[in-house]
């Protein structure tokens, strides 16, 4: 049978204590210091991944160390403890292994791992992107933005993935400013896009006058730490985070109900699929990094398909096509690594209703299209 790995790691350490509960009573430091020396482990095996094409079967492989760590540890130590994840993953029989969450990130996003293993290794991306902007021009919807008319603004536009994100929605988009911090790259990317679309965007290097008016907001920068304020943004405005480490801090989120955050789609798996491993997601249902190491497995495409941190809007694209061919389908949002409800949905709208109708009669008026740009 065709199969898969993919490699996983603790968000935080109350994600440990979910898989080790003997380890809840103990201090974060010592935790922390146990994980470190403790060799990569098999997490589950995933079953019943099953579309009209094929039937893949898979591993979940533990990388324990938790985002802090790999963000904070040496690069070449975090490096060599993912490798090692890798090649249980070989041993496990994989014949191509995912990189989840902050694997993916690490060093040169998936290159130097890829060299150090005999299976391909893909980080995802590529159909993370393709579920973060199918989800956000959803929750826009939801929110009552149509995402033709709406104010949208892509933060980190000169980066790879910024870029690929403002090429796909300039296709659809009226009203399009891109962020960066290099205005001559983001006229370079301008210039593109309106000899292949038609679209003449605005751009800015002031992303926090630019998100005053929009709706709609991709933010992917390679920033370490957050670049969205809470009062940069609307009532009403959908985020949408793709970056790692995150734009959008989680104050934000808890400062302001009336908006709505999230960092790309759950993805609704075919086939009676059992993770037998529970990461905080409704049943049958996965990130978009765990689908594209599926959809690869499935399609019998063992190779490196996103690696690197330059990604095409032809992979965005391909993956879309590959995820449709075999069933794959956006089923939610998440926000900071948990799904979304729809009763949290409604509280934002509501919430962000109540400030507008407020704004409006102290004469205030949140609504319109001017933004300050710099051009």
């Known amino acids: 049978m065709d199969n898969f790995a993919f490699i996983i790691h603790p968000i935080d350490i109350s994600d440990v204590s979910r898989k080790f509960g003997f380890m809840k009573k103990l201090p974060e430091g010592i935790v922390e210091g146990i994980m470190k020396n403790m060799p990569p482990v098999r997490v589950s095996h995933i079953t019943g991944v099953k579309s009209p094409y094929n039937e893949v079967e898979g591993w979940f492989v533990g990388c324990p160390l938790t985002t802090r760590q790999m963000m904070t540890l040496p690069e070449e130590y975090v490096l060599k403890k993912i490798i090692k994840a890798g090649k249980l993953a070989e041993k496990l029989g994989a014949r191509i292994v995912g990189l989840g969450a902050f694997t993916s990130v690490v060093g040169d996003a998936g290159i130097t791992i890829a060299k150090n293993l005999n299976i391909p290794v893909t980080t995802g991306n590529s159909y993370t992107v393709a579920t973060a902007l199918e989800g956000a021009k959803k929750a826009a919807g939801i929110m009552g933005h149509d995402i033709k008319n709406a104010e949208v603004v892509v933060v980190g536009a000169t980066g790879s993935i910024g870029r690929v994100c403002a090429e796909i929605l300039a296709r659809e988009c009226r009203f399009l400013t891109l962020v960066g911090r290099r205005t001559e790259k983001l006229e370079k990317i301008a210039d593109r896009i309106l000899n292949d679309t038609g ?38 405005a959908v985020v949408c985070d793709v970056a790692r480490p995150r734009d959008v801090s989680r104050e934000v989120a808890e400062k302001r109900d009336d908006v709505l955050i999230i960092e790309g789609g759950v993805v609704e798996v075919p086939g009676d699929v059992d993770f037998h491993f529970n990461f905080g997601f409704p049943p049958k249902t996965s990130y978009a990094c765990m689908a594209e190491t599926m959809i690869l497995a499935l399609e019998r495409r063992y190779e490196n398909f996103t690696l690197g941190r330059d990604l095409t809007v032809e992979q965005v694209e391909e993956i879309s096509r590959l995820a449709k061919k075999h069933g794959f389908k956006l089923a939610g949002f998440r926000s900071f690594e948990r799904a979304v409800t729809q009763e949290q949905i409604e509280k934002i709208k509501k919430n962000a209703q109540k400030k507008l109708e407020g704004a409006d009669k102290s004469g205030r008026g949140l609504t319109g299209r001017v933004c300050p740009v710099t051009t």
């Open 199 to 236: 679209l003449s965007v605005r751009i800015s290097s002031d992303v926090h006058s630019a998100l005053k008016r929009a709706d709609v907001v991709i933010t992917v920068t390679s920033s370490v730490d957050s670049v969205i304020d809470a009062g940069d943004l609307k009532p009403g």
